[in-house]
């Protein structure tokens, strides 16, 4: 069982800068690619950042600049650091990553989402 766990949201004044932390466990022969999604009230949940298990990273135009997607595949952890918030930036953030397993099976898993809010 795969299980993705999300860290490290909170309540931060607009400016200022947290550091989402996503946690891989369980039968994980390799994550191809983890990828940090987030949902605003009302609003569809929408790609943040990505990265593939090589290193190649992509962003949305709303954060490119002021956010750094990365991962260490030792650990099988991913980061997503966000400077320069904006209250716009409030949401739920997801992680969210394509892992083969041990019986080389491919899944896209989810974690549970950590809140992030951004006051003005």
């Known amino acids: 069982q795969v299980q993705l766990v999300e860290s490290g949201g909170g309540l931060v004044q607009a400016g200022g800068s947290l550091r989402l932390s996503c946690a891989a466990s369980?039968?994980?022969?390799?994550?191809?690619?983890m990828d940090w999604y987030r949902q605003a009230p009302g609003k569809q949940r929408e790609l943040v950042a990505s990265?593939?298990?090589?290193?190649?990273?992509n962003y949305a135009d709303s954060v490119r600049g002021r956010f750094t997607i990365s991962r260490d595949n030792a650990n099988k952890s991913g980061y997503l650091q966000m400077n320069s918030l904006k209250p716009a930036d409030t949401a739920v953030y997801y992680c969210?990553?394509?892992?083969?397993?041990?019986?080389?099976?491919?899944?896209?898993?989810w974690g549970r989402g950590t809140q992030v809010t951004v006051s003005s």
């Open positions: 369980g039968s994980i022969f390799s994550i191809r690619a």
């Open positions: 969210n990553a394509r892992i083969m397993s041990f019986s080389a099976q491919e899944g896209t898993y």
């Open positions: 990265i593939t298990s090589g290193g190649s990273v």
